[in-house]
């Protein structure tokens, strides 16, 4: 049995970080949330432009997609900042989403704390009370089933399906076979292999699901006034060797490994408690995407790209995997492995997914990713399913 | 004993991945690029085929591994991921100009045959 060195929480999750989050509940408490940041060691703000004048569902999604991830295991306590109140996202509504976690929470408002100076100081004093309590905090051994992992694809190319997103899905396998939980997400990148996908499912409700799913994002794509399918593959892809949706898609998914899909998730919904592979409703948008696996309580992502990329998560380690040698020289400066060896016949998938596992545990461990050291946290999305009224 | 004739040589011998055993397209992802005339070999889950390429290969692109006759299925991860339109050899370059999508065909639907 596998073990890594993680943070319990007192709901039994396990943090592979321990970072105090100064969440912003609206985008007029931005600053203050970075500001505060600044100040205290191990904190990260969240920063973010919605909160405001949205139409209900969609504040409803900024709501779960803020307080799951101040619910995800790697956050060890959090500040909830807002400005006025925001009927249905106020810091308490958020704080009361988080409280079921039992980790410490506490909120600010900077219209009843009297103004932005003295709000500042209240959400200060208190991260510096959470930082203590978190300082005695240390890492104990736990079962890597206390892993959910997760999985994303992006700036594709043809060396994406045949090598950097496979070797995930042994990763993926590895976990899963030692009970843990994957999340698969990027619903657009199952158009054209839906008959693939749902063959994994373990029944027919979760198989219609998945088929529902698509047909939704797909009818929102046609909503738009524009067939995604009339630019699928596109000039590039075409370029690039992929001559149909099919194979694209079937590319992407390469990701699912040989786990059976054991249920749907809608959008940053936590997965059930049954071990295996998840597959998550959300759009190709690669910012918003690893926001919602965040969301739903990942506690590390691995994100397979031909191109190569800067994308990462600010409380989830976000481990990048390229298959394409020259994307890998440009862009090792914010990427872990290169795996190209798989495509020259150096090394087999298996061995490949072998040394992507071999970093997810390390980065489990503690090792940090290149962009947790440079501190480039650049993907925080939340996903809009509507508009600002 | 006469004196052999030295076989010539290929022009280079390069490589093509396979992802699964029954695909019949490799794609061309090795560091040089492949060029009519080139013997080709496969690695990745197939590792015993060798042939002529019949065409330039650019990178990333598919070469078939056998012939594939106009109506079948073109196999890549072990699946169809579309329908030849033309009989395709071992060696041609595979692309949109031999291979034709099954899905999103909205312009078959106009046409009221409804491709499935």
């Not at chain 1, 007192?10 to 970075?34: E, F, M, Q, W």
């Not at chain 1, 104990?140 to 089933?145: D, K, N, R, T």
């Not at chain 1, 939980?181 to 693939?196: K, L, Q």
């Not at chain 1, 914010?334 to 072998?354: A, F, H, K, N, P």
């Amino acid at each position: 049995m596998t073990e890594f060195y993680g943070y319990v929480r007192p709901d039994g999750s396990v943090g592979i970080r321990n970072h105090i989050l100064i969440l912003s509940g609206t985008v007029y408490a931005n600053k203050l949330c970075a500001h505060v940041a600044n100040l205290i060691w191990g904190a990260i703000a969240i920063e973010h432009p919605l909160g405001r004048t949205q139409v209900k569902p969609d504040l409803r999604m900024t709501r779960r997609f803020l307080s799951g991830t101040a619910s995800n295991p790697n956050v060890g306590g959090v500040v909830v900042v807002d400005h006025f109140q925001e009927l249905g996202c106020t810091a308490e509504d958020i704080a009361a989403d988080i409280a079921p976690t039992g980790k410490p929470v506490m909120t600010v408002n900077i219209r009843r704390s009297g103004g932005l100076i003295a709000a500042t100081e209240k959400a200060t004093r208190y991260a510096m009370e959470i930082a203590r309590q978190l300082s005695d905090q240390r890492r104990q051994p736990v079962p890597l089933s206390s892993l959910i992992f997760g999985m994303n694809c992006g700036t594709s190319d043809t060396t994406s399906g045949l090598a950097s997103n496979p070797a995930t899905g042994y990763c993926s396998d590895r976990i899963i076979a030692e009970g843990g939980r994957s999340i698969m997400a990027e619903t657009t990148e199952w158009m054209g292999a839906e008959v693939w996908l749902t063959s994994k499912a373990v029944s027919q409700e979760v198989a219609d699901k998945i088929m529902a799913g698509v047909a939704d994002m797909e009818a929102r794509a046609l909503a738009s006034g524009e067939d995604i399918r009339g630019s699928q593959p596109t000039g590039d892809n075409i370029l690039g060797g992929l001559t149909t949706i099919e194979e694209k898609s079937m590319g992407a998914c390469k990701k699912a490994g040989s786990s059976p899909i054991v249920d749907y998730l809608d959008i940053a919904m936590p997965p059930g408690k049954t071990p295996g592979l998840y597959v998550m409703y959300g759009p190709g948008h690669g910012a918003e995407s690893i926001s919602s696996i965040a969301a739903a309580g990942a506690q590390v992502l691995v994100f397979s790209t031909g191109g190569g990329h800067t994308v990462s998560h600010p409380i989830m380690p976000t481990i990048k995997v390229t298959g394409h040698r020259e994307s890998w020289e440009l862009m090792k400066d914010t990427m872990e492995l290169d795996v190209s060896g798989i495509l020259r016949g150096e090394i087999t998938i298996e061995q490949g997914g072998q040394m992507i596992f071999d970093e997810v545990l390390a980065t489990c461990n503690g090792r940090l990713t290149k962009s947790e050291i440079l501190k480039d946290d650049n993907s925080f999305a939340i996903h809009r399913v509507g508009i600002s009224i | 004993m006469p004196e052999r004739k030295p076989r010539k040589a290929p022009r280079t011998v390069k490589t093509v991945f396979v992802i699964e055993a029954d695909d019949n397209v490799g794609t061309a992802v090795g560091e040089e690029l492949i060029r009519k005339g080139d013997t080709v070999t496969t690695a990745g889950r197939v590792t015993d085929v060798t042939l002529k390429a019949l065409a330039d290969i650019p990178y990333g692109h598919k070469i078939a591994l056998r012939p594939i006759r106009k109506g079948q299925p073109v196999i890549k991860y072990g699946l169809s991921i579309g329908t030849a339109t033309a009989n395709i050899k071992a060696g041609d370059h595979v692309h949109i100009h031999n291979v034709e999508s099954n899905r999103g065909r909205g312009d078959l639907t106009a046409k009221g045959k409804v491709k499935t």
